[in-house]
């Protein structure tokens, strides 16, 4: 397989280092950082993650939402249902695609420790189906 899209590793480095840093503010409980900044901090390290494994695969997704993310990666790989849900459940905090109807939901605690647990998975699927590229 040939890697068509420059950069790709340099997204996958950047979502590592997303998730680094909001699994570290978590377990140190910052005050600095609140739930909602450990999510959105979670959410940009999905979304590198997955453009990291579509520019693997030469493709770049539609939109940036999980919803849209799910449908873009799933032009290369089904996604099994469970991850497509956590994936969801995460877009659910926060719809600000219309700027005049934005909705938002603050993320708790525990709602955290969930989306960073999801985020572990992402960066592992990303690991798995980005690895055959030496080039």
Known sequence: MLCQLEDWRTFIKEGEEYLATA?????????????????????MAIEKLFMGFLMYHNDLADNHTMADLISSVERHITL???????????????????????????????????????????????EVHTTKCTA
């Open 23 to 43: 699994d570290a503010a978590f377990r140190k409980r910052s005050p600095a950082f609140t739930p909602e900044i450990i999510y959105n901090i979670s959410a």
């Open 80 to 126: 099994k249902q469970g991850m497509k849900n956590d994936l969801l459940y995460i877009d659910s905090f926060q719809d600000i695609c219309d700027p005049y109807n934005a909705t938002y939901k603050t993320p708790q605690a525990q709602d955290i420790e969930k989306i960073i647990s999801i985020t572990h998975h992402i960066r592992d699927f990303s």
